[in-house]
């Protein structure tokens, strides 16, 4: 391990500690943390940066966090394919919402602007997710699916998988209408179209310009 690597991983332990998680959960998040940073490095020296799920899995968002995190994950990859599409068209729009949208950081990097779109739709469709709909993610399997978001349509996925074991186990009496509106408008709708709008401001006033969004 090189002395900058050791360096970070003594500090992000040091932070851990202060944060009173157990040892399972630090030594989850440092090897999770530290194979992603090393496949990144090797991929993209100046482009490093976290998943969103392996962040989920080590923290164990489920509930309302979970929700959350979904609502914000999606937000991401729902956004950015429509607000992308005239530029990267249905190979982008299914690369990105259904794949990830981490293929769009060489873009914010270049162009952070880019990013604000889908980070203030997030900051709707969040609150929107657990004050309103109440969307909990109680997936049985694990909190991955919290920051997978419409990535395989696990998180969507996750969310159903949720209900169904809180109805078997009694937490939940049944799937009501308003849980399926709650999850097509937070993972689906308000995403697609809240980014789109927030896409046009920002196309208008010159912050997003034609090409910032294509992908390579």
Known sequence: MSRNKKSMHAELETALSELH?????????????????????????????????AICAALGLTGLAGGAAVAGCCAQMVGFAVISFRENRWGGLVA??????????????RNPRIWLPAILTSAITGPLATCLFRLEMNDP?????????????????????????????????????????????????????????????FRRIGWIKEGDLTLE
């Open 141 to 201: 399997a694990s909190a991955v699916a919290s920051g997978m978001g419409t990535c395989g349509m696990v998180g969507p996925i996750g969310v159903y998988a949720g209900w169904v074991n809180d109805v078997a186990t009694g937490a939940k009496a049944a799937i009501t209408s308003l849980d399926w509106v709650g999850l097509a408008l937070i993972c689906f709708v308000l995403p697609a179209v809240l980014c789109w709008l927030f896409g046009l401001f």
């Open 96 to 109: 990105q919402g259904l794949g990830t949208s981490m293929l769009q950081m060489g873009n914010i990097v």
């Open 21 to 53: 998680l157990s040892m399972e959960r630090r030594e989850a998040i440092l090897a999770a943390a530290g194979r992603m940073t090393e496949r990144e490095n090797r991929r993209r020296p100046l482009r490093t940066g976290l998943m969103a799920a």
